[in-house]
């Protein structure tokens, strides 16, 4: 029977990539209505969310590069969900007077966004599924400062 890999999902590095993400988003965030008129921030929180996102998958991606560094698709969902916690206070505090445009902003997020989700799937060292004969051979690290040796291209 196949089991969850737990540490992979809730492991130290996880809580913080969600917390800097979301303290990030929040400081941006705030900033944002601080400085914009009501008819435009909407329009900014959802650039801004978009970018913060974009540049947390980006970055998985540059520490695949990296020798001394590995991409996890489960940091890149870290990061946005801090991202999208964080501009949680933002759009709530902006979203009494403007009417939210949702679908066109989650049409842009899935054409560009979930391409690269599905690159870093691929490039994935660590699996949140397990065989239990395998768990001897998995690595127990955060995922960061690992070696590539495990791949085959």
Known sequence: MLEFNTRV???ADKIAHFSTYAVIALCIGIVLISVTSRTHRLRGLSFIWFILVLIGVVEE???FLLPDRTAELWDAVANILGVSTGMLLPL???IKKEALPVARYFVIFFIILFPLFLGLAEINERHIIIDPGE???VDSGSGHGGSRGGRHF
């Open 61 to 63: 991606y540059r520490q």
């Open 9 to 11: 999902l809730f492991g």
């Open 135 to 137: 768990i001897n051979h």
């Open 92 to 94: 709530l505090f902006s």
